[in-house]
Nanobody, 117 residues
């Protein structure tokens, strides 16, 4: 089992910044991809950004140039630096850790990000 604990959410005004952190613990040998997903009210959970253990990053188009994902493998942590935040970024953000083939797949409890206009 892997446990993921997020922190760093909150409320900011449009144009502001937030930094999300996710600490992973447990049986991490099968974990290859770590990333962030978000879920806005009434919408499905969707990808924000991922970071593989080989350093490959992937971003959803809407956050490219504004968000940066980083990973501290030694500390088993992943971060999401969010700049130039927009009201449409408002969502619960979830940390994810998984094997590249999809199983096992773990989620954190989520952290709320609210961007006011």
């Amino acid at each position: 089992q892997v446990q993921l604990v997020e922190s760093g959410g909150g409320e900011v005004q449009a144009g502001g910044s937030l930094r999300l952190s996710c600490a992973a613990s447990g049986s991490l040998s099968s974990i290859y991809v770590m990333g962030w997903y978000c879920q806005a009210p009434g919408k499905a959970r969707e990808l924000v950004a991922t970071f593989t253990s080989t350093g490959y990053t992937n971003y959803v188009h809407s956050v490219k140039g504004r968000f940066t994902i980083s990973r501290d493998s030694a500390k088993n942590m992943v971060f999401l630096e969010m700049n130039s935040l927009k009201p449409e970024d408002t969502a619960v953000y979830y940390c994810n850790a998984r094997h590249p083939l999809g199983i096992p797949n773990y989620w954190g409890q989520g952290t709320q990000v609210t961007v006011s206009s």
